[in-house]
C-alpha cells in the first residue's frame, strides 16, 4: 500500500516522538535527506537510504540528551500533491542545557510512490546547538575561514 504525503509525514512525526519508525525506511533507494542550515560537521545532504541509515545509526547519543514530553506536527500541503511541508516541534527537558525545551523544526517532504524521495530538513543551528550542549563547536566553526 502506497502512503500519501500527509501519512509519510505522520510517520516523521511519530520517528521523532520514538515511536519505533525507522526514518531510513520511509525513504527511496535513491532519496536525499539535506541540511540546507545543519550544524558543524553535519553532512549539507545524504544520499540514498543507506547513508540515511547509517549516519543516524550513530545519532542516538544526540536523542539521549532529550528528555521528550511531547511532538506535535502541523501538516501543511502545497499545489504539488507529492509535497507537503511539515512544522514538527517537540518539547521538554534537555540535559545538555539542562532547561526545559521547545524545539520546531520545518521540513519540506517530496514524497513519490509512497517513499520520500526528497525531506529539506530546516532547523534553527544556534537553538540546535544550545539544545544539545554544543554552542561551543558552533562558535567555534564560525570562527573558521
Do not use: C
Not at 15 to 22: I, L, R
Not at 27 to 44: C, H, I, K, R, T
Not at 65 to 73: H, N, R
Request: net charge negative.
Amino acid at each position: 500500500m502506497s502512503r500519501s504525503p500527509r501519512e509519510v509525514a505522520e510517520q516523521v512525526r511519530r520517528m521523532v516522538a520514538g515511536e519505533g519508525v525507522d526514518f531510513a525506511d520511509l525513504f527511496a533507494e535513491d532519496g536525499v535527506l539535506a541540511y540546507p542550515f545543519g550544524l558543524p560537521g553535519q553532512p549539507a545532504e545524504l544520499n540514498g537510504r543507506e547513508a540515511i541509515r547509517a549516519y543516524f545509526k550513530d545519532r542516538s547519543r544526540s536523542r539521549d540528551l532529550l528528555v521528550m514530553e511531547g511532538v506535535e506536527a502541523v501538516v501543511r500541503e502545497t499545489d504539488d500533491p507529492e509535497v507537503v511541508v511539515t512544522e514538527i516541534t517537540h518539547h521538554g527537558w534537555s540535559k545538555a542545557a539542562v532547561e526545559p525545551y521547545r524545539h520546531t523544526a520545518l521540513g519540506v517532504i517530496r514524497v513519490h510512490d509512497g517513499e520520500i524521495v526528497r525531506y529539506d530538513d530546516y532547523m534553527n543551528p544556534i537553538a540546535l546547538a544550545r539544545l544539545l550542549g554544543r554552542t561551543g563547536e558552533l562558535a567555534a566553526a564560525l570562527g573558521q575561514p
